[in-house]
């Protein structure tokens, strides 16, 4: 196998627009998230009152929404 057969420009543009997508799509949810959630503020909850449970729930739902976004990609 040649380096040239691997190093194409379409597969290259394919994974820059692939990881577009994912990164729109995870940005989209966050918005989701936020607009379903009106009465918690992400900003007050980590930063000001530093909520470690509101963390990890953000961690956990960042961790699942990128493996789901992964998979379907894939």
Do not use: C
Not at 11 to 31: D, E, T, W
Not at 40 to 54: D, H, T
């Amino acid at each position: 196998m040649d380096m040239g057969d691997v190093l194409q420009i379409k597969y290259i543009i394919a994974a820059l627009v692939y990881s577009a997508i994912g990164v729109g799509v995870f940005f989209a949810s966050f918005l989701l998230l936020d607009v379903l959630t009106p009465k918690v503020s992400v900003w007050r909850e980590l930063v000001e009152k530093q909520n470690l449970a509101f963390g990890v729930f953000l961690a956990g739902s960042a961790l699942g929404i990128a493996i789901i976004i992964a998979s379907a990609i894939h």
